[in-house]
């Protein structure tokens, strides 16, 4: 049968014929590098929630939240949603962005545990504060779950539409970027101030800050390796430092309990 009377067109015979070399082409080489990279990746996606699982576990086991800045939960969704539009207006890599929604719901799994502990550890209930209260002096210390989940829901929805309105703007885009980045530089500032105004850093998961301060080396030297934008490597230091001066905390305020204990609890 010549090839005319082939009930195979001639283009898929080829195609078929060719099909190991296109194969080879779409299936990534396994190089050292290559591995390397995958690793690097699936550690940045995934490692930032890390630190706080020695955090979950400590605060579920002990039903106490005092010694956890929730605070911290605040500045990280804040973060996190900044990074998300900042995204549609400048593409960064993707494992990035992936990192930036795992966190927002990882952050949101934290504060449902610590409203849920504070309800609980409560004998006498407390005056109930909610978000549509609207009281400045209550932002974020309200006693149900749901005033969080709307405070972010507006957020992002206000932070959305301004980003599609502004996106051809570079300076708006910039800002974002920048304004993403500072205020996860600014992580461990609600902790450090818990810990400097209780004068003590108990109830704060030590191995949390640990892996901290590893992934924000780690973090910090990704950026500068994968050439990201400026505003994060920059900040990835400022964040770095931070979490050195929270172990400083750590040697000073034990130091502390060992020379006055009738002032500070072991």
Known sequence: ???????????????????????????????????????????????????????????????NTDGFSTFVCLTLLIANILRIMFWFGKHFELPLLA????????????????????????????????????????????????????????????????????????????LIGFLAVFAEALLGAPQFYRNFQNKSTQGMSKKMVGFWTCGDVFKTGYFILREAPPQFWICGMLQVSIDISIFVQVFLYRNLRARAPKYYSS
């Open 99 to 174: 990192q930036s929604v795992i966190m927002v719901f990882t952050m949101m799994m934290m504060m449902r545990l610590c409203v849920q502990m504070k309800n609980k550890s409560e004998i006498v209930a407390s005056k109930q504060h909610q978000f549509t209260d609207f009281d400045r002096h209550q932002f974020w210390q309200w006693t149900d779950f749901k005033s969080y989940i709307q405070f972010i829901m507006l957020f992002t929805a206000m932070v959305a539409l301004l980003t599609f309105l502004l996106l051809n703007n570079i300076i708006y885009v910039e």
């Open 1 to 63: 049968m010549s090839s005319s009377d082939s009930p195979i067109p001639v283009q898929l015979q080829a195609f078929m014929s060719d099909l190991p070399n296109h194969m080879s082409g779409m299936m990534p080489e396994l190089t050292v590098m290559g591995i390397v990279n995958w690793v690097a990746a699936g550690a940045m996606v995934f490692g930032g929630v890390v630190p706080f699982i020695p955090q979950f576990r400590d605060i579920r086991r002990s039903g």
